[in-house]
């Protein structure tokens, strides 16, 4: 059983508190083959240890983005290929920040305490297998840094989904 994580200090600033907690996650899931349990724990580490409001994965299933695991307030259960952040991250195979949801065109509001949002693409060959979706429910909370950091876990869940199989 892991031990459980160092959860970062509010007194770091956001580039820190990544750099304490990535290298945690990397530590929770190695030897870990199970994809499903690795990605739930990496959710939950994303969520307790940035504060988020909401995080979790869509699969990508047929043409449609389908729920995965999700820590935070119930969620939508199928988004639509190229419909609110989620589908438009799909489409467009890269990461989109939105300050402010509300001035998002088609932004699918599945929760109103909502009030920003980073979504990121998750590839397998090449092609787009899921999107990690974090809600934040303050304004303006996500930036460069979030998507370097974010898009360096990506990465890591990559690894993991090229092994498994669902």
């Known amino acids: 059983m892991p031990e459980i994580l160092n ?5 770091l600033d956001k580039a820190e508190k990544y750099q304490s907690l990535i290298p945690q996650i990397k530590a929770l ?3 870990e083959k199970d994809f499903i349990a690795n990605l739930s724990n990496i959710i939950a580490a994303l969520k307790f240890g940035m504060n988020f409001f909401w ?13 995965g695991p999700f820590q935070g307030p119930v969620a939508c259960t199928r988004i639509t290929y190229g419909k609110g952040v989620c589908g438009t991250s799909w489409m467009q195979k890269k ?10 065109p088609g932004h699918i509001a599945c929760s109103s305490e909502s009030k920003s949002e980073i979504v990121l693409p998750i590839f397998n060959n090449h092609e787009v297998a899921m999107i990690l979706d974090i809600d934040s429910s303050e304004l303006n909370t996500f930036d460069a840094i979030d998507q370097h950091y974010l898009e360096e876990l990506t990465k890591l869940i990559e690894t993991f989904f090229y092994r498994a199989s669902l």
């Open 7 to 11: 959860i970062p200090s509010d007194t």
């Open 95 to 104: 990461t989109i920040i939105v300050p402010d949801v509300d001035k998002f």
């Open 55 to 67: 995080v979790g994965v869509y699969f990508v299933k047929e043409n449609e983005l389908v729920l």
């Open 29 to 31: 899931v190695e030897g």
